[in-house]
């Protein structure tokens, strides 16, 4: 075991404070990963707050780590050290499944393992990023391209993969008409990734705060959803649209603005149950689809992507010690776009 030192959560909603974690040994096929970079995403919040339910504590969240491998088990064979590397949602799946053949970890029939507040197959509970270190099997850890720096890069592992999943599967490309609801952690890179896959870009927005961003991040239109006009002027216009707010949203309306045929996606995880009226799909065929993170092997091909068209996540590096404010700040929608934590202020 290695003593590291980290940030923790003692106890549901309590701020999270300086502490050691234990790590395990470096096993046959683990990577020893020297963790610079841990984004904080929203989902951090909520599950330190226990708003997804009863959660593990103590708890130290971070799924959005980037950072150099130092040591490398006897039969690690992709990565070796001084390898830049990242570790997203995941840090274990039962890898025989029908979903793990699929490349689909995250959906793992026996269970996937959260990199955090779960317990894994060795019945140990899991510590995240918000840590000088980390101990994870290779085959859950992804090379970051040298063309993308390690503190924009750790927002992807979460915020990243979760809109280039949905993005791709159904069907962002040129000639597409693609809305991104929320532009905030999620919505930034949603922007960005739609953008660079060649779709026409509109960002859904509660007011027209951040439309200057937001056509600089690769919008072509940006309208406030304040506006009741706005679901007058855009109705049955887009193929596809791609909700990543956390706050519960009246989807009938924006099912409205869905061309034949289109689909909504939600990545958003609002913690109450949304009503709908069913109208609002069958007119149409229209869909509402879910999409949860993506697998390890198309979070590379993410990395890659991004790495290719120069995308980054929009960040402001802090100190560890800034991290209940920091939370504070995302809560109000005050942050442009992911705080990243600085791991070496810990
Ligand atoms: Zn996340
Ligand atoms: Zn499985």
């Known amino acids: 075991m290695t003593t590291v030192a980290a940030y923790a959560a003692p106890a549901a909603k309590a ?3 300086r502490t050691t974690i234990e790590r395990r040994e470096v096993g046959e096929h683990d990577v020893l990963i020297d963790i610079k970079f841990a984004g904080i995403c929203h989902s951090d919040i909520h599950q330190v707050r226990e708003g997804w339910g009863e959660a593990i504590f103590p708890m130290v969240p971070g799924h959005e780590i980037a950072g150099v491998v130092e040591a490398v088990g006897p039969g690690v064979t992709k990565f070796k050290a001084g390898d830049r590397v990242g570790v997203g949602c995941l840090v274990d799946s039962c890898r025989e ?22 317990v894994g197959y060795d019945g140990e509970p ?28 750790a927002p992807l592992l979460c915020a990243g993969i979760t809109t280039y999943s949905p993005l791709k599967h159904w069907g962002a490309a040129p000639g597409k008409k693609v809305a991104v609801i929320g ?30 961003d937001g056509l600089r991040l690769g919008a072509d239109h940006y309208y406030a959803t304040s506006d ?35 689909a909504l996606v939600n990545v958003g995880a609002p913690e109450e149950p949304i009503a709908l009226n069913l109208f609002s799909l069958i007119g149409g065929n229209k869909t509402l689809a879910g999409s949860m993170i993506g697998g390890i092997q198309e979070t590379q ?5 991004c790495a290719e068209h120069g ?3 929009e960040i402001e590096v802090i100190a560890a010690s800034e ?24």
Request: overall charge negative.
């Open 301 to 305: 091909e993410m990395l890659d992507f």
């Open 97 to 118: 499944c029908e979903n793990c053949e699929a490349g689909l970890e995250q959906h793992c029939l026996k269970g996937s393992v959260g990199t955090y507040n779960a």
């Open 15 to 17: 701020p999270l404070e």
């Open 183 to 212: 532009l905030g952690g999620l919505g930034h890179m949603g922007v960005k990734i739609a953008h660079a896959m060649g779709a026409e870009v509109t960002v859904l927005s509660q007011s027209l705060r951040k439309k200057d």
């Open 228 to 262: 009741e006009k706005t679901f007058q002027h855009l109705a049955g216009s887009f193929d596809l649209i791609l909700s990543t707010v956390s706050a519960p949203l009246d989807f009938g309306s924006y099912l409205g603005l869905l061309k034949t045929g289109g």
């Open 126 to 153: 899991t510590y995240g990023g918000y840590a000088q270190k980390v101990v994870v099997a290779e085959d859950f850890t992804v090379r970051i391209p040298d063309g993308l720096a390690l503190d924009v890069a």
């Open 311 to 313: 995308l980054g996540a």
């Open 323 to 346: 991290v209940n404010e920091a939370y504070e700040r995302v809560l109000a929608s005050d942050v442009r776009y992911r705080f990243v934590i600085d791991t070496a202020t810990i």
